[in-house]
């Protein structure tokens, strides 16, 4: 896997060992980072964020900063090794081991807010998830905020509260881009 475009666009990245992950495949976040526009200093939350390779996407191509959200030790172990092969982090990429509805109040709490959210669950959990993530954003979204949520088709990410402004199939992933 690489980081299609940017700064760290060609860069390798590796993701976490075993099935537990389904790392965005070049081709969808290369039409998913088109389909965004240009990026000038978000402030980026990758929530599910398995390799990090969304939120690595984001910052090559001009986010300011990005928050890693991941319950997995192995994932965390790989987002790390990511960052640090590419050297990015202290202020710029922070991972956060937790999960994704804890760090969403603990987000609320410490008065953080986001641009640009990346909500990429586990194909199995997507279904069911989606009310509760969009209750829980809604306090940590920036003015013109953006969500992006990833999962099957035939299991969508419903996010109730947001509108839809992009809705694309690539294969059996479904990419949606909300705005608030």
């Known amino acids: 896997m690489r980081v299609v475009a940017g700064r760290l666009g060609g860069r390798r990245i590796v993701a976490p060992p075993g099935e537990g992950t389904r790392p965005t495949s070049d081709r969808v976040r290369e039409a998913l980072f088109s389909a965004l526009g240009p990026l000038g200093g978000e402030r980026v939350l990758d929530l599910f964020a398995g390799s990090g390779a969304l ?39 922070v991972v956060r081991r937790r999960d994704a509805l804890r760090a969403l109040r603990d987000a609320r709490e410490a008065g953080e807010t986001y641009d640009l959210v990346f909500i990429d669950p586990p194909y199995r959990r997507a279904a069911g998830l989606g009310p509760e993530l969009a209750q829980a954003l809604q306090w940590v979204l920036a003015p013109d905020a953006r969500v992006i949520g990833e999962s099957d088709r035939r299991t969508p990410l419903e996010l109730p509260g947001l509108t ?6 690539y294969g059996d992933t479904l990419l949606r881009i909300h705005t608030a």
């Open 55 to 93: 939120a690595i996407e984001a910052l090559s191509r001009g986010a300011g900063t990005a928050v890693l959200v991941e319950r997995d030790a192995r994932a965390v172990a790989a987002i790390r090794r990511n960052l640090d092969d590419l050297g990015l982090g202290g202020e710029e990429a």
């Open 164 to 169: 839809t402004t992009f809705d694309r199939r």
